[in-house]
């Protein structure tokens, strides 16, 4: 019997990936590798007619026809990995991790089955597991960029910031031209606090994408951690530029004024993000902390009462009404406050307590 | 007739035409022409008012002067007048007189200019008085020495103002309407854990009952207060002994409230007294012993150090100029030793006043007119440094101080509350006591900003930015308060309290529980293992044990100590006796408390005592029932070494088989950890 396996690019089914590709080229569906079918070829049959519902994206019935395939070949692994791919696409990760856990436990040195694996584990959000499964599956050859990509985007939602540089760093070997992982690999010189590299990186995002909200605002972020406001405020302002109803770009421009002192500005940002987005909570509590610098009290236990309104377990916003409460001389109603900070994890909140306590 | 009545409509425009213009109205038959009666009342007002201003009857003359200026608000000279009175008792409402005046006729007075500086400085209004204070300096001769000193130092209060009201102190200021009242309240002194207030007062009710025909305030008397529920209550005039038919001030309470110093002006050009709390009754006063009552005027006083160490004001001889703060210790026969002046970090050659000592023993406040005040007495802090010498006062800072005089500030143990006395806007009349509530470091505004941190996710990662902290001042200091009781019927007991520094076997503090109540209270500062031994006649002692590192921030212990009478059978832990882990050597710090219970060996012959082991439960049985024997034993070796006959000495290793706490704690094995004696004669 000879077939040609056909592996749907497994990079397709994984969203983070797939935004990436859409705005540069669609890896193709290799319709030249379908199988050469045989006589009384039921699994591979089943298959082909699988890898076309796959194509046309209907999931559910791809899924049915690989398990047609399936029942007449349990051995068959193109058949599980392509309904893994179909799973994930449906967003039924737990299925399509166990379906691939069975692919590479029978092949071993399978890299494409350990990279689909790998995602499948990032999509859920176990980031230990997608690292290990990521980690096999270079080990075994696979060359492509997403498995460094992705290594580096799990290992910084793991707070593993040197081993998130060194994967993009990989992933920029071989594909230098990509705004996203510049823009990332900069995120995480950020969280290290290496501020003029992260400049760097997104300067270089910028560089290649030219109109993007997100780096701007990462670059103008990057600028104020640096203590450099003037450069914050203008990246701020081009990202709201591109994009005017940019939420994002107003509250953190409005924090870059704050830090300027330039507290009538910081208030007119926020009303606009408050404006723009009613139910953000972090706007108002950042109101309130303008209102606090203007020394106007009552305007911003408002504000800071809005933001716990708006969401009722945001410490911060609670840390911050107890010291408006306090300077407002209601130390009763600052302790309150703050006991709610330090109960919504504001752990800075207990020594205010604590000074009062006697 | 009609040439009369136009006069007059001509003489009321001219006079209704000045006021329109702002011009200068004189007291004069032109201006006032047919109302002769009231030109005669104001004319006499004034007059009547000039004669009080000359005797120093100052609200007298304030009542004349408001008389003529009801009849013509625009007279210069009455409203410089008026301001001038003011600037003598209630500073801060010169400035609309002084002002006025000025605008009138900006010659009314050679000082016209002088005084609208202090009446600018005195409503903290630094910047106009500094400008003013520059044009009247130019105006000054060389010849004007006095004026010339006058200004600069006006001009660098101003200066210092201007920074202080840059950062203002974190603190608000309230006025205490439950103690306050029309007349002058002042000088306020507070048990270290803030319940009990004793202040001066010359409000009505006083023992001597008159009011004096200078400013209608009676005989200063002192009043006590005590807080309950966070609230002070009414005032009550302490009475006989302490008040008598004279002045009476309150100068310094001791830390347990126990003792009181009191001003007497009538010896010495002023000196200071002591009296005792015998229960509920205060003592006679008695002049304190020593050296620091002196010819010269002693004002205010500070205990310290368990009250070992006085810090008091004085204006004897020998000082930097002024008064000046000394501090003396306490010899041994209870006498205080030789003042020694605090040196020129703490005096200036401007006065000092109203010092207290922090029951910390290192912070120490006090007002003066020196260092960088924003105008007249400003309170200020500095610490005693490990080598003996003194941190560069801080200016407590805008609106703790301001311009006009702030006195007699004392602090609560914990740093939290303050009181002073001033006068200020919005004040019940004169001086007032006001609370000072110190609101801590200042709590940075948290900002909440969020980022597409990575490009491909679409969830926002958050980025909770604070602000710079300031740096957290902590008190080091532990109050531990309670009451001594009899452990059979619960009545209170009159005790002796000892506080020993176990490491340097000394003891730091010394004094009696109330008689009545039962009640103490010391304060203990950090860094130190302190043994408390309690004893009273007929009863066995009581010991505990508080060993306080030096980190440790302020807190309060309630201790309630139940006394045992000596009897058979009954068990007291020793709780400063302590050995190297593991082994049964006594290490030194044990000595203080085996030496008293030797004393009381000693001072009851017939008593025979079981000394007893004891261990937490961690190791095995034997193990620990041997180390609980040979720790019993060493126990009693050293009382035999101190001639105790050892046929009155027993002793026995239990291990952990006798717990009096839970051993799966560490406090609880940590009491089990001890040796304790029984009685086991009389």
Redesign the interface.
């Given at each position: 019997m000879k077939y040609w396996s056909i592996l749907f690019f497994a990079l397709l089914s994984i969203?983070?990936?797939a935004?990436?590709e859409t705005e540069h080229e669609q890896t193709p569906i290799d319709t030249a590798s379908t199988l050469i079918v045989a006589g009384n070829q039921e699994a591979e049959i089943a298959y082909n007619n699988g890898v076309k519902l796959l194509g046309d994206k209907n999931y559910l019935e791809a899924v049915k026809a690989f398990d047609e395939a399936l029942k007449h070949n349990a051995t068959f692994n193109q058949a599980r990995l392509n309904k893994a791919v179909a799973l994930s696409e449906m967003g039924k990760y737990p299925e399509a991790i166990q379906e691939l856990k069975v692919v590479v436990k029978s092949e071993s040195t399978n890299n494409k089955a350990f990279f689909a694996l790998g995602a499948a584990y990032y999509e859920q959000g176990a980031m230990s597991e997608a690292l290990e499964s990521f980690g096999q599956a270079i080990q075994n050859g696979y060359s492509g960029f997403e498995a460094f990509y992705l290594s580096g985007?799990a290992a910084?939602?793991q707070a593993d910031y040197d081993a998130a540089i060194a994967s993009f760093s990989l992933a920029l070997r071989s594909k230098s031209d990509s705004?996203?992982i510049y823009?990332?690999r900069g995120?995480a010189y950020?969280?290290q606090e290496r501020f003029d590299e992260a400049i760097a990186d997104y300067k270089k995002?910028a560089q290649l994408v030219k109109s993007?909200a997100?780096?701007y605002?990462?670059l103008g972020?990057a600028y104020r951690k640096k203590g450099d406001f003037e450069s914050s405020i203008l990246n701020h302002s081009m990202a709201i530029q591109i994009e005017p109803a940019n939420h994002?770009g107003y509250?953190?421009r409005g924090?870059a004024y704050?830090d300027r002192k330039q507290f009538e500005k910081a208030i007119e940002d926020f009303k606009k993000v408050i404006f723009l987005k009613p139910d953000y909570?972090?706007g108002h509590?950042?109101l309130g902390?303008a209102y606090?610098?203007m020394k106007d009290f009552d305007k911003a236990e408002k504000s800071f009462e809005d933001a716990i309104r708006l969401s009722p377990n945001y410490g911060?916003?609670y840390?911050?009404l107890?010291?408006v409460k306090?300077?407002k001389?209601d130390?009763e109603g600052a302790v309150k406050a703050w006991k709610k900070a330090s109960e919504n994890g504001?752990s800075?909140a207990n020594?205010?307590i604590?000074?009062?306590k006697? | 007739m009609r040439n009369i009545y136009i006069l007059e409509v001509v003489i009321l425009f001219l006079f209704l035409t000045k006021i329109a213009i702002g011009q200068d109205i004189p007291f004069t038959k032109q201006i006032f022409g047919n109302d002769k009666a009231s030109l005669k009342d104001a004319l006499k007002a004034i007059k009547d008012g000039d004669y009080y201003g000359s005797n120093e009857q100052f609200y007298l003359a304030l009542d004349s002067y408001n008389v003529a200026q009801d009849i013509n608000p625009n007279n210069s000279e009455l409203n410089y007048k008026i301001g001038r009175i003011y600037l003598e008792i209630q500073r801060y409402s010169a400035l609309p007189y002084i002002k006025k005046a000025h605008e009138l006729n900006p010659g009314v007075a050679p000082d016209i200019l002088f005084l609208l500086g202090l009446s600018n400085q005195y409503n903290q209004k630094f910047t106009e008085a500094l400008e003013i204070y520059e044009k009247y300096r130019k105006q000054l001769l060389p010849s004007d020495r006095d004026q010339i000193d006058a200004v600069a130092k006006r001009i660098l209060e101003c200066k210092n103002g201007v920074e202080l009201l840059k950062n203002p102190a974190r603190a608000f200021i309230t006025n205490v309407k439950e103690l306050n009242s029309p007349y002058s309240d002042h000088s306020p002194v507070i048990s270290t854990d803030e319940s009990v207030m004793l202040f001066t007062s010359t409000r009505e009710g006083s023992v001597g009952g008159r009011a004096n025909s200078y400013d209608q305030e009676y005989d200063e008397d002192i009043y006590i207060s005590y807080k309950t529920r966070g609230r002070w209550g009414a005032p009550v005039n302490v009475g006989d002994p302490l008040n008598t038919r004279s002045e009476d001030a309150t100068v310094a309470l001791s830390a347990d409230g126990q003792s009181l110093l009191i001003y007497n002006g009538q010896r010495g050009n002023g000196d200071l007294q002591i009296s005792r709390l015998d229960g509920d009754r205060w003592s006679w006063p008695e002049w304190l012993s020593g050296e620091i009552n002196t010819k010269a005027k002693e004002s205010s006083a500070s205990f310290a150090n368990n009250d070992r160490m006085i810090y008091f004001v004085s204006e004897m001889p020998g000082g930097i100029g002024g008064k000046d703060i000394w501090v003396s210790s306490k010899d041994r026969k209870g006498r205080w030793s030789q003042p020694k002046n605090l040196g020129t970090t703490i005096n200036t050659p401007f006065d000092e006043e109203s010092v207290f000592m922090h029951p910390d023993g290192r912070t120490l406040y006090f007002s003066s007119k020196g260092h960088n005040t924003m105008g007249g007495f400003d309170i200020f802090q500095a610490v005693l440094n490990d080598d003996g010498t003194w941190s560069k006062p801080e200016n407590l800072g805008y609106p703790i101080n301001t311009a006009d005089d702030d006195l007699s500030f004392v602090i609560s143990a914990s740093g939290r509350n303050g009181y002073l006395s001033s006068k200020r806007e919005g004040g019940m009349g004169r001086h007032d006591i006001y609370m000072v509530t110190f609101l801590g470091p200042e709590k940075p505004m948290v900002l909440s900003n969020e980022d597409n941190l990575l490009a491909t996710l679409k969830q926002t990662i958050t980025d909770n930015a604070m602000e710079k902290t300031v740096e957290l001042k902590t008190i080091r200091l532990t109050v531990v308060k309670g009451v001594i009781s009899d452990a059979i019927s619960g009545a209170p007991i009159v005790a002796e309290i000892e506080v020993i520094d176990n490491e340097k076997d000394e003891v730091v503090f010394s004094n009696m529980s109330n008689s009545k109540t039962g009640q103490f209270l010391i304060s203990l500062p950090s860094g130190k293992n302190y043994g408390l031994a309690v004893k009273a006649e007929g009863y066995l002692f009581h010991s505990e044990n508080f060993n306080i590192p030096g980190a440790t921030a302020y807190q309060e212990i309630e201790k309630e100590i139940k006394l045992n009478n000596i009897k058979k059978d009954v068990k007291i832990v020793l709780r400063n006796v302590f050995f190297d882990p593991g082994k049964a050597i006594l290490r030194v710090e044990s000595y203080p408390e085996l030496n008293r219970l030797a004393g009381v060996m000693n001072e009851v012959p017939s008593l025979k005592i079981e000394i007893s082991g004891h261990t937490d439960n961690t190791g095995s049985a034997a193990v620990n029932e041997r180390l609980s024997r040979d720790r019993a034993k060493a126990v009693v070796d050293y009382l035999a070494a101190q001639q105790i006959a050892s046929d009155r000495l027993t002793y026995e290793g239990f291990g952990y088989s006798q717990p009096i706490a839970d051993n799966k704690t560490n406090d609880g094995r940590q009491q089990n950890r001890r040796v304790e004696f029984k009685v086991v004669s009389e």
């Open positions: 969203p983070v990936l935004q990436i985007q910084f939602r705004w996203e823009n990332d995120s950020r969280m995002a993007s997100i780096v605002n990462n972020s994002i509250n953190n924090s704050i909570a972090y509590n950042n902390s606090m610098k911060e916003a840390a911050n107890g010291a306090e300077m001389h130390i504001y800075e020594q205010y604590n000074y009062y006697n | -």
